[in-house]
């Protein structure tokens, strides 16, 4: 009797913190943990419904893939009132490309989350991006389109969307922040260093000083990403100053 | 001063005509007409926006294409547990295929309220399915994503998805019908006849009667789509008698 007490005592630990993960990843409270449970569900642990439908991410993957189609359809042709409908199927598919969502599944560790017989050290790169499809699905299902945008707004297009550098405008922010250090005199110096921490994958940090000043601070899987996810938070500290030498940006 | 007063006049009763015309297709008013206006202008009128922008039906193309996208996803999702990703992405291109968006075009009239440069008879049949997506977009940036749904779900998904239809167990409800009276020792009756009134297209109509008492009626393009939506229709109001002969519905 102790012993089922433990056991089901030691669920309901697993159970709570699978919660409070979606919960941090989601910045809400799922209101239906099913969904969520159902798009970390990979297809190996072979569950079935009462009906005899298999539970896994698979399907949530194809909602979740509309889903993120939609908004981001909705956010170009309000952002980009000059670009043709040729221009906005183009932009759209770079934001949602396969490399992409791997890279915004990687970002959240999603994988941390996933239910499978399977070790996850034999998953390919293209489970970061599914599961970031099938938990898009799983949002839409527990709460609707509103907080589905919501998610993908703050999640997706605020830290990643950037139409200048997806247009191929800026194609390295690294490069137009040093450019801009040298000509206007300033000493710069990237500090990166490993910081896996309890990750599963490597990961590196990165203090970019300007003047000896600490001006960003970014953390990626490689130290390049890293590099230049720091520069392109500098960029926006300097953007005004930036611009008057860039007037295309 | 009177005949400016004469144009102005007829003017808004032509822009009153559109408003209600929309009404009417929508089925609930329009807060800014001007999203219409656009979803019904051919590039060829060439009209720019104070920033030089085109105002034509195109860019909404985009975004209905992609609503319409995500509310078909997320109704298969829901009506077909049982399908997987494949599946689903296969029976949505189904629904949302050229031929059929054409098809839906055409049956809301939506060319009568095109504004173009270009006679109406020179259109090709995509020019329906354009302007349906059109006005998908429109709707979205009206009223959201709600409404849009409400709407795709009026206009589309009860008077045309039909699963059974789509996975082609049902090729056609007009042979289910036949069979279905010639086993039953029933006498049906295909009534046919020209029906275009008002409209640019030819139109058919029909009557369709089952022992001379009539059971549905249709109007189509064809006469074959005409005999075969009245069949539809009529193998609904007999549903259950026919489901007892073909256990597979």
């Not at 992409?100 to 499978?116: A, P, Q, R, Y």
């Not at 405008?169 to 300033?186: F, P, R």
């Amino acid at each position: 009797m102790k012993n089922i007490r433990n056991i089901l005592n030691s669920r309901s630990k697993i159970d709570g913190n699978f919660f409070v993960s979606i919960q941090n990843i989601l910045g809400f409270k799922p209101k239906n943990i099913a969904y969520f449970k159902k798009a970390f569900t990979h297809r190996s642990m072979n569950i079935k419904d009462a009906e005899g439908h298999p539970i896994n991410y698979e399907r949530l993957e194809f909602l979740g893939d509309a889903m993120l189609g939609s908004v981001i359809a909705s956010h170009l042709y309000t952002e980009s009132p000059s670009g043709d409908e040729g221009y906005l199927t183009k932009m759209r598919s770079k934001i949602v490309s396969r490399e992409h969502l791997n890279e915004l599944g990687k970002d959240l560790h999603l994988i941390n989350l996933v239910e499978s017989k399977i070790p996850k050290g034999h998953f390919g790169d293209n489970i970061y991006g599914n599961l970031f499809e099938a938990l898009v699905g799983a949002i839409f299902l527990d709460r609707g389109y509103k907080y589905c945008e919501k998610f993908i707004y703050k999640k997706v297009i605020i830290p990643y969307v950037d139409i200048a550098q997806l247009e191929g405008k800026v194609i390295s922010y690294k490069s137009l922040l040093i450019e801009w250090c040298q000509k206007e005199k300033k000493v710069f110096d990237y500090n990166v260093y490993e910081d896996t921490g309890n990750d599963e994958i490597r990961h590196f940090s990165v203090k970019l000083s300007i003047d000896n000043k600490v001006v960003s601070k970014a953390r990626a899987t490689s130290k390049k990403k890293a590099e230049e996810k720091a520069s392109k938070r500098a960029f926006f500290v300097f953007q005004n100053q930036i611009s008057k030498d860039n007037p295309s940006l």
